[in-house]
C-alpha cells in the first residue's frame, strides 16, 4: 500500500468503525467510482432502518488542518455536491488527536451560491467533532436537515433557498405571487407568537407581525382588519393573502407541551428594534437631542454607563454621521450609536408572546403625555383646504402646528399641536396632544390633517 494512501485509509476505517459502533449501515463506495464520495450511509433508528442517507467525503492526515480547524477543497464536484438529490457530508481525520470532524458541505454551497460567493473549500469548525458522545446529536441534525428533501420539505428547501433562510420541520411556509409576478412568503415557526413575512420586493429583509397589529379600523389605503407589515404597503389582494395565512396559523403560535423550549428569535429582536428606532425618529426628529440630554444626566452618576458612552462615542467617524445623516443613510455603526442614545433597556419577554410585548423598549426619553387610543377620537380631521391651509400627515405634524378638526356633527375647528411622538400603545402609529384640550388622540402614520400654512421651511 502506497504511504500517501494510508491516512485516508485510516480515515475511512474511523468512521465506519464509529457508525457502525452505532448500528448505521454503511456502504463502501469502490475508490473506481469516487467521486467526491467515499461512503453511502443510511441512518437508524430503534433498530430499524430509516430512508435517511447521506453521502460522505473522507479526507485523513494532517494536510487538512488549518488554523481555525479544518479545510476540504471541493474541486469539480461543487456542483454535483449542491445539487444532488442526497445531501454530502466532508468528514476529517486527524491523525494526531484521533478525531473526526465534520461539515454539511452542500449546505454551506448552497449558502454561499445564495450570497453570490463561489466556495473553493469546505471549512470544518474544530468544535464540530463526531465522537461516541456527539453522534446521537450528529444523526438527529441530519435527519431533520433530511427531512427537507422529501415531500412538501422540497418545497420548502425551495423557498428557504431563494429566500436565504432555512426552515424548520414543523414551521407553516406558505407561498405567493402577486401580479408584478414578486414572491412573498409566509413563514409561521412553531411556538412563537408571531410571524415573519418575506418579500422578494423587499430584498427579503424580514417582516415581523402579531395578532396585535390587526386592527378594527384597519389602516388608511388597506381593507378593514389588514395590517401594514414592518412599513411595507401591501395590495388589496397581498394583504388578503397575509390575514388568511396569519389566522390559518394560529395554533401554531401555541407553545406546544412537550416540544424543547423555544429560543428568543434574535433576529426578529433586532429587527423589531431598528424599526421602531427609525419610526421615532421619523416622528420625533428631536428626539436624539434630547436622548444624548438624557444619557449625559445618567452618565453624572453612573460611572459604570460613562464608561461604556465614552467608549461606544469613541469612533469619531460614526459620531458625526450618526448627528448628520437620516437612519437610511447611516451606517451600521453610526445605528448603534443612535440605538444606543434612545435605547435605555429592551427587555425580552417568551418567545410564546406576541412582538410587541415580547421585546419592550426602555426609552431614555419618556413620553410627553398618556396615550388615549383610537378609542378616544371624537370627529375626525378636517380636510377643508383654503389658500392658507395645506395638507400634512399625521407623522409630519410638528409641535406648534395648527390643524383643523371635524367633531361629530361636521364642525370646524382650530387646534394646536403641542407634541407628537410615536405610539408604545400601538406601535407604528402616531400619537399627537392638542394642547387646548390637554387630549392626546392615536393616528395612522399616514393620516392627512389641513394645517395652517407656514411660511418657514420645515424639516
Known sequence: MPDAR????????????????????????????????????????????????????????????????????????GKTWADGNIPVLCVVHDPDTDGLYWANATKQLLSARRGGEVLKTITISSGAKLDDESIAGFVAEMRRYLSRYRGNRIIHAQ???????????????????????????????????????????????????GPEH??????????????VAGGAILSTAEAQWLAACFDAAHWARKPVVGDPP????????????????????RVEPDVVTRSIRELRAETATDHDLAAIAAEVESDVEARAEALAKSWDWMSDRARRLITFYLVREVRVGSPALPIDEQFRIVWRCARPAPEYGFD??????????????????AAKLRPGDRIYWLSRHGNERGRNVSAVWDSEDTPGTVCVLFDQLGLGDTFWPEERFVRKASTKPRS
Open 262 to 281: 423555544l429560543q428568543t428569535n434574535v433576529d426578529a429582536q433586532a429587527n423589531y428594534v431598528a424599526t421602531r428606532v427609525e419610526h421615532r425618529l
Open 159 to 209: 423557498l428557504g433557498d431563494m429566500a436565504g433562510v432555512e426552515f424548520g420541520p414543523s414551521d407553516i411556509v406558505q407561498h405567493h405571487v402577486n401580479v408584478f409576478d414578486e414572491d412573498l412568503i409566509f413563514w409561521q415557526r412553531r411556538g412563537e407568537g408571531f410571524a415573519t413575512l418575506l418579500h422578494s420586493d423587499l430584498d427579503w429583509c424580514p417582516l415581523h407581525m
Open 214 to 227: 390587526f386592527h378594527p379600523n384597519g389602516r388608511p389605503g388597506l381593507l378593514v382588519g389588514v395590517p
Open 6 to 77: 494510508k491516512p485516508s485509509r485510516a480515515a475511512v476505517n474511523a468512521l465506519r468503525a464509529l457508525l457502525e459502533r452505532h448500528n448505521h449501515v454503511v456502504q463502501e463506495v469502490d475508490g473506481q467510482n469516487d467521486f467526491g464520495e467515499d461512503q453511502h450511509v443510511t441512518f437508524t433508528e430503534d433498530g430499524e432502518v430509516t430512508g435517511d442517507l447521506v453521502k460522505i467525503q473522507v479526507k485523513g492526515g494532517r494536510s487538512w488542518r488549518r488554523a481555525d480547524g479544518y479545510a476540504v477543497p471541493i474541486g469539480d464536484h
Open 376 to 393: 378616544a377620537r371624537v370627529g375626525r380631521p378636517s380636510a377643508r383646504l383654503s389658500p392658507n391651509r395645506e395638507f400634512a400627515s
